[in-house]
C-alpha cells in the first residue's frame, strides 16, 4: 500500500501523559499536514510542511503541540501535558505540491482519560 | 471570515432516490474545491477536484459541479454502499495560520435498501 501511513491507529493516554504520533506520507509529495477532527466537525487545521519547513501553524495551536518533519520524510506530532480536550482524531495528509489534492491517513484516535 | 458551510447535515434515502448536497462558501479567494468521503473510523477519501465556475466532474453515480458561491454533490441512483460523510473543502488563495485548506462540517449520508 502506498499510501499515507500513521501510527499509531488508537492511544489512549492518562491526562498530563505526553503523546508521540507518526506519520508517513506517499513518497513522492513534498507537502504534509496535520488535521484534527472531532465527531461530527471537519478537519481542522494544526500545521503543515514543505518538505521539511514547518511553513505555517495554526494560531489555535497550544504550545504544548509541536511537529517534526526531519529530512523531509516522515513527521511526528507531539502532544505533551495532555488534556481531556486533546481528546480527538488526529489526521496526517501529503500533497504533491501547492493547490494539488490532499491524501489522508486513516488517522490516530486519541483518548485523554 | 472564510467559511464553508454544507446542508443538509444528514442525509436520508431509499436506494436508486437522487438527490444533491449542498456546500456554499464565503471566501476572500478561491484556488479550488475538493470533495471528499469518509467512512467512520477512517480519513477523508479525495473524491474530485473542481477549480473554476461551470466545470463538473463525474464518477461512477456522482457528479459534482462548481459555481462561484457554491458546489453541488449530485448522487445518482445510490446503493447502501454510497452510504458515508461526504466533506467540502476550500484552497483558498491565502491561508496563513487557518492553512489554505478549509472543511465544512459533511453531510452524512444513509442509503437504505
Known amino acids: 500500500d502506498t499510501g499515507v501511513s500513521q501510527d499509531p491507529r488508537h492511544k489512549i493516554t492518562k491526562r498530563g501523559q505526553n503523546v508521540t504520533f507518526r506519520c508517513d506520507p506517499i513518497?513522492?509529495?513534498?507537502?504534509l499536514y496535520w488535521y484534527r477532527q472531532t465527531l461530527g466537525q471537519g478537519p481542522e487545521f494544526l500545521t503543515y510542511?514543505?518538505?521539511?519547513?514547518?511553513?505555517?501553524k495554526s494560531r489555535l495551536l497550544s504550545d504544548r503541540f509541536s511537529a517534526e518533519r526531519p529530512k523531509g520524510s516522515f513527521s511526528t506530532l507531539e502532544i505533551q501535558r495532555t488534556e481531556q480536550g486533546d481528546s480527538a482524531m488526529y489526521l496526517c495528509?501529503?500533497?504533491?505540491?501547492?493547490?494539488?489534492?490532499?491524501?489522508f491517513g486513516n488517522g490516530t484516535r486519541l483518548t485523554v482519560t | 471570515e472564510d467559511q464553508v458551510t454544507q446542508s443538509p447535515e444528514a442525509l436520508r434515502l431509499q436506494e436508486g432516490e437522487s438527490s444533491s448536497l449542498n456546500c456554499s462558501y464565503t471566501?476572500?479567494?478561491?484556488?479550488?474545491l475538493f470533495w471528499y468521503r469518509q467512512d467512520p473510523g477512517k480519513g477523508p477519501e479525495f473524491l474530485f477536484t473542481?477549480?473554476?465556475a461551470g466545470e463538473e466532474k463525474e464518477k461512477e453515480r456522482l457528479k459534482a459541479t462548481l459555481t462561484k458561491k457554491e458546489s453541488f454533490l449530485h448522487i445518482t441512483a445510490p446503493k447502501p454502499e454510497d452510504s458515508a460523510t461526504y466533506l467540502c473543502?476550500?484552497?483558498?488563495?491565502?491561508?496563513?495560520?487557518?492553512?489554505?485548506?478549509?472543511f465544512g462540517k459533511g453531510t452524512k449520508l444513509s442509503v437504505k435498501p
Open positions: 495528509a501529503s500533497s504533491f505540491r501547492d493547490n494539488s489534492p490532499l491524501h
Open positions: 510542511f514543505q518538505n521539511e519547513a514547518q511553513l505555517e
Open positions: 473543502a476550500v484552497y483558498l488563495l491565502y491561508g496563513g495560520s487557518q492553512g489554505n485548506l478549509i
Open positions: 513518497s513522492e509529495h513534498n507537502r
Open positions: 473542481l477549480y473554476s
Open positions: 471566501v476572500s479567494g478561491l484556488r479550488g
